[in-house]
C-alpha cells in the first residue's frame, strides 16, 4: 500500500495525517520548523497558533460552534486537543496555546504510523499520493512548485475582503436595486446617501481605531485591493470618487443622484448574503460594525463575515480544486487549510480533516462520496470550489454560505438552530455511510 506524504505540519496537516493514519495508512509528515522558521512562528511544535489562542465561538447555534461540533462528531484530532488544553473565554472556544500545540505535537510523533520529518519539502513529487497544507506563509520553494501547477495569476499572497451582510438585515425601504446607467439589470443594491450622512460616514471612517499589521506582514498595498480608509485619507471626495461614486444611479424615490452611494452585490445563488462592495478594510470588528451601521440601509446590518486585508497564500481553488479537494488535473494530488482559500484555524482544520480522509479512501481503492452541503463543512467546500473564480476570496463559516431552510423563518435563532439540527443530522448520516474509521 502507498505511503501518504504531507507538506506541512499545522493545523490542517497535522489534521489530515491523523485522519489518514487512524484509517490504516502510513503517513510522512514534513514540518520544516524549527529546522526553518517562518517570521510568524516561534516554536517548532506542529499546530501552533500564531495570531490568537481564540478558536471562536463554541455557541451550537452559530456557524463557528456548529463547525466545530461536525469535527467532533467526526473525531478530529484538533477539536478534541483543543477541548483538552481549554481555557475560560465565556462562549468561545480559547486553548492554553502552548499546551494545544504540544499535545498535538506528541500524538502525531508517537502515532505508529506517522513518521515526522523536520526538513523543508522544496518540490512537490510528480507521484503521489501528496496533501499540501502549507498554510497562508507557504515557502518560497513550494510556492514556486505550486506557481508551476497554478500559474502566478491564480496564486495570492494577500486577502483584501470586504464585510458580506445577512440579506435578512438590510432595510429594503431604504435602498434600491439598479445597475450604472441601467446596464446589467438590477444586479446591486444601492444605499444612497445625503451630502450630510455622507460627511457624518466620512468623519466616523476617518476616527475608526484601526488592527495593527504584523511584523511579517508588508504594509505596501496594490491599488485594487486598497483598504477604504486608506482611500478616504486621500481626501474627503476620494471615496465619491471611487468606490461610492453615485455617477449612473438614479434613486426611484427621489428621481435624482445620490450624493454618494455604498453598493451592495449578491455573495451567493441563496440571495441570503450581500457584499459591500469595495469596503476591505483593516478597521476593527467592533469599529465596522459602528462605522458601516451609519449607510443607509444597514443601520441593523449583521456581518457574516467582517472585512480584512492581511497577508496569505492561497489558490484560486474553484479554478483548480474537486469537491474532494483533489487538484482538477491530478487525481492523487490534494489541498488542505487556509491555501485552498477558506479564512480560520477551525476552517483550516476541517479542510485537513476531509483532505486526510479522501487520501486515504483513494490509496485503499475506495469509492469517494462529497460532504452534505447542508454541513457546515461541506458548505465551505462547496463555497471554495463552485465560487465564480473571478470574484474568489477566502472564506470563513458563516450560515450566509450554508442553504437556507425550504420554509422561511422569521427568528434569527430559531432559524439557527435549523439550520444546525439540520448539518448535524446531515453530517452524521455521511459519517455513518462514509468515514467511520474501520
Known amino acids: 500500500m502507498k505511503r501518504l506524504i504531507i507538506i506541512g505540519g499545522g493545523l490542517a496537516g497535522s489534521e489530515a495525517a491523523y485522519q489518514a493514519a487512524e484509517r490504516g495508512i ?52 484538533i477539536i478534541k486537543a483543543a477541548d483538552e488544553t481549554r481555557v475560560p473565554a465565556g462562549s468561545a472556544l480559547a486553548v492554553d496555546r502552548g499546551l494545544f500545540a504540544k499535545d498535538i505535537t506528541e500524538r502525531i510523533a508517537g502515532h505508529p504510523r506517522i513518521k515526522l520529518i523536520r526538513e523543508e519539502f522544496k518540490n512537490i513529487p510528480e507521484e503521489g499520493p501528496v496533501i499540501i497544507a502549507t498554510g497562508p506563509l507557504t515557502s518560497d520553494a513550494i510556492v514556486s512548485d505550486i506557481i508551476r501547477l497554478t500559474g502566478k495569476k491564480n496564486l495570492y499572497f494577500y486577502d483584501a475582503i470586504s ?40 468623519n466616523a471612517l476617518m476616527n475608526a481605531e484601526k488592527v495593527s499589521s504584523h511584523d511579517f506582514e508588508d504594509a505596501r498595498y496594490f491599488e485594487g485591493c486598497m483598504p477604504i480608509e486608506v482611500i478616504a485619507e486621500r481626501g474627503k ?16 424615490k427621489t428621481k435624482r443622484e445620490p450624493y454618494a452611494v455604498v453598493q451592495l452585490r449578491l455573495e451567493n445563488r441563496f440571495g441570503t448574503a450581500y457584499n459591500i462592495v469595495g469596503f476591505q478594510t483593516k478597521l476593527k470588528y467592533g469599529e465596522q460594525a ?3 451601521r451609519m449607510i443607509p440601509g444597514l443601520e441593523n446590518a449583521e456581518f457574516l463575515r467582517h472585512g480584512s486585508l492581511h497577508r496569505n497564500t492561497f489558490i484560486n481553488a474553484p479554478l483548480f480544486l474537486k469537491d474532494t479537494l ?40 475506495e469509492l469517494f462520496n462529497p460532504l452534505p452541503k447542508e ?45 444546525a439540527e439540520r448539518a448535524i443530522k446531515a453530517i452524521n448520516t455521511w459519517k455513518g455511510e462514509y468515514a467511520e474509521v474501520h
Open 26 to 77: 502510513d503517513i510522512i509528515l514534513y514540518e520544516m520548523r524549527p529546522e526553518k522558521q517562518t517570521a510568524a512562528h516561534t516554536t517548532g511544535d506542529l499546530a501552533e497558533l500564531v495570531c490568537s489562542n481564540s478558536l471562536g465561538s463554541n455557541d451550537s447555534i452559530s456557524a463557528p460552534g456548529l463547525l466545530k461540533e461536525e469535527l467532533r462528531q467526526l473525531g478530529s484530532l
Open 163 to 202: 464585510p458580506i451582510i445577512d440579506a435578512d438585515s438590510i432595510n429594503w425601504d431604504r435602498v434600491f436595486k439598479a445597475s450604472r446607467y441601467g446596464k446589467g439589470g438590477d444586479d446591486y443594491v444601492n444605499c444612497p446617501m445625503t451630502e450630510d450622512e455622507y460627511n457624518q460616514f466620512y
Open 237 to 252: 471626495d476620494s471615496l465619491r470618487y471611487g468606490h461610492m461614486k453615485p455617477v449612473g444611479l438614479i434613486n426611484p
Open 290 to 292: 459602528k462605522v458601516f
Open 326 to 365: 483533489q487538484f482538477k488535473n491530478r487525481d492523487d494530488l490534494f489541498f488542505a487549510g487556509q491555501i485552498t482559500g477558506v479564512e480560520g484555524y477551525m476552517e483550516s482544520t476541517a479542510m485537513g480533516l476531509v483532505a486526510g480522509i479522501n487520501a486515504a479512501k483513494l490509496i485503499k481503492g
Open 375 to 419: 454541513s457546515a463543512i461541506g458548505s465551505l467546500i462547496s463555497y471554495i470550489t463552485t465560487t465564480e473564480p473571478s470574484r474568489f476570496q477566502p472564506m470563513n463559516i458563516n450560515f450566509g454560505i450554508m442553504p437556507p431552510l425550504e420554509n422561511r423563518i422569521r427568528n434569527k435563532d430559531e432559524k439557527r438552530r435549523f439550520i
